[in-house]
């Protein structure tokens, strides 16, 4: 298999009028700067001056709807890729919300969490997940590896945590980009 076919793309998880009524639901939450771990200095840093993203881990009506959803759809990942090697995995985090405003972005990166194992949840995250609550918006391109995944609402993402999926949200030109994330570990 290519890189590229570890990257699976379900179109329409979410209905758009649940899009909607969620995104309705994160104006009430609280929002703070995204910021990457520095793991040689031991120390949480925002990797582009102020530009990051906002993210939010406030529950919301819709999260628990959405986390029941996901489990059903890490396991249709698991049939597509066929893998004879990835057949389990432990569990997956809690969702994260991410609010963009004009200007912001997030900068490249790979997956390599580690704030979500805090001595209880014991692993490494396998898995990513991107799951889009809007697409009324301008610029806030999604790219793995250099390449331009087209997004909309109700879509979600899913593909390996690993550093061979370096991936980045280019800055927003217009709107509000609104989006959810958990990992499989």
Same mark, same amino acid.
């Given at each position: 298999?290519?890189?590229?076919?570890?990257?699976? &793309?379900?179109?329409?998880?979410?209905?758009?009028?649940? =899009?909607?009524?969620?995104?309705?639901? +994160?104006?009430? %939450?609280?929002?703070?700067?995204?910021?990457? #771990?520095?793991? %040689?200095?031991? @120390?949480? *840093?925002?990797?582009? /001056?102020?530009? *990051?993203?906002?993210?939010?881990?406030?529950?919301?009506?819709? @999260?628990?709807?959405?986390?029941?959803?996901?489990?059903?759809?890490? &396991?249709?990942?698991?049939?597509? !890729?066929?893998?004879?090697?990835?057949? *389990?995995?432990?569990? #997956?985090?809690? !969702?994260?919300?991410?609010?963009?405003?004009?200007?912001?972005?997030?900068?490249?990166? =790979?997956? $390599?969490?580690?704030?979500?194992?805090?001595?209880?949840?014991?692993?490494?995250?396998?898995?990513?997940?991107?799951?889009? +609550?809007?697409?009324?918006?301008? /610029? /806030? *391109?999604?790219?793995?590896?250099?390449?331009?995944?087209? &997004?909309?609402?109700?879509?979600? +993402?899913?593909?390996?945590?690993?550093?061979?999926?370096? $991936?980045? %949200?280019?800055?927003?030109?217009? /709107?509000?980009? #609104?989006?959810?994330?958990?990992? %499989?570990?």
């Amino acid at each position: 298999m290519k890189l590229e076919d570890y990257v699976f &793309l379900m179109p329409n998880f979410l209905d758009k009028d649940f =899009c909607k009524q969620t995104v309705k639901q +994160l104006q009430k %939450v609280k929002w703070q700067e995204h910021l990457f #771990y520095n793991n %040689v200095e031991s @120390k949480y *840093e925002n990797k582009s /001056g102020h530009q *990051e993203l906002d993210i939010s881990f406030d529950e919301i009506p819709n @999260k628990k709807i959405i986390m029941k959803k996901l489990y059903t759809a890490i &396991l249709q990942y698991i049939q597509n !890729i066929k893998s004879q090697v990835f057949t *389990e995995w432990s569990g #997956y985090t809690n !969702i994260r919300f991410n609010k963009y405003d004009k200007n912001k972005k997030m900068a490249i990166h =790979c997956d $390599h969490i580690h704030s979500i194992f805090d001595g209880t949840i014991k692993g490494v995250p396998i898995l990513s997940i991107i799951g889009m +609550l809007n697409d009324n918006f301008t /610029g /806030g *391109e999604f790219f793995i590896n250099e390449t331009n995944i087209k &997004l909309k609402e109700g879509d979600l +993402l899913m593909f390996p945590s690993s550093f061979i999926y370096p $991936h980045q %949200v280019k800055p927003l030109t217009k /709107g509000m980009r #609104y989006s959810y994330v958990s990992w %499989v570990y």
